[in-house]
């Protein structure tokens, strides 16, 4: 993490993280903790608590319990627990799943702070339940002392959340269900003639296993399912000729 660029901050999270570093200098050590069962590698569940930016007309901060499993993020100002299908009904819990929505992770280790947002072009997906639903707003978080460690756990976690996708996206054919207009296919059927290459990574395409898949696009174009996959993260056209992949 010390070798990554940083980000570029837009001009109203410039002016959220001005008042976090001026509310930050004059208020006690933050108040989180975090509670980690094994390592990062193993994305296990981890829980605890950190300070949360309101979204409301006054910036101010509150203490919120979280959890981080099974690539979703859970926040609540009560103390909770459980599984993570009981925690999704509950309607006392805050929530964002982190595989419906691409979503970037940036922080600014100065402050302390983590930003969560949709990635360009994308919302907040209707299944979540928080205030932001269907915006493209920022979460920003005072991650304390466990900065470092809490934001190897959000990259950890939405990359094992997309991997999770992806893997039910091309297994179960159901590229609709996220509005794309893509049929998965497997790399033995592709017909003689058709592009032997992926045009996103230049690769072959039939150098691919049953989880990462090939999907053939609605203009009858080949890629791998994961190339394509994170391309419509940011663009819901064909990377060959730009037809539309929105179904």
Same mark, same amino acid.
């Given at each position: ?46 829980? /605890? ?77 209707? /299944? ?120």
């Amino acid at each position: 993490l010390g070798s990554r660029i940083p980000p570029i901050p837009t001009p109203w999270e410039l002016l959220c993280l001005a008042a976090a570093m001026s509310a930050a200098a004059a208020r006690p050590p933050s108040l989180s903790t975090l509670r980690c069962e094994g390592r990062v590698q193993d994305l296990a569940p981890c829980a /605890g608590t950190f300070q949360k930016q309101s979204h409301g007309a006054w910036v101010r901060w509150s203490t919120r319990r979280f959890s981080l499993q099974d690539g979703m993020l859970f926040w609540s100002k009560h103390e909770f627990s459980g599984a993570t299908m009981e925690l999704r009904d509950s309607a006392a819990v805050k929530c964002i799943d982190l595989s419906r929505t691409p979503v970037a992770v940036q922080g600014y280790e100065l402050a302390n702070i983590i930003c969560l947002k949709p990635s360009f072009r994308n919302s907040w997906h209707t /299944g979540d339940r928080h205030g932001c639903v269907g915006t493209q707003r920022n979460f920003l978080f005072d991650a304390g002392e466990h900065y470092q460690r809490l934001m190897e756990l959000f990259q950890g976690h939405i990359e094992n959340a997309r991997m999770s996708a992806l893997r039910r996206l091309v297994l179960d054919n159901s590229w609709r269900d996220e509005g794309l207009s893509l049929e998965t296919v497997s790399p033995g059927d592709l017909r003689n003639g058709t592009d032997l290459e992926c045009a996103v990574c230049h690769e072959k395409l039939c150098e691919c296993d049953e989880l990462c898949g090939v999907v053939r696009t609605r203009c009858g174009h080949h890629f791998h399912a994961a190339c394509l996959f994170q391309w419509t993260a940011t663009s819901k056209t064909c990377p060959l000729c730009r037809t539309s992949l929105t179904a």
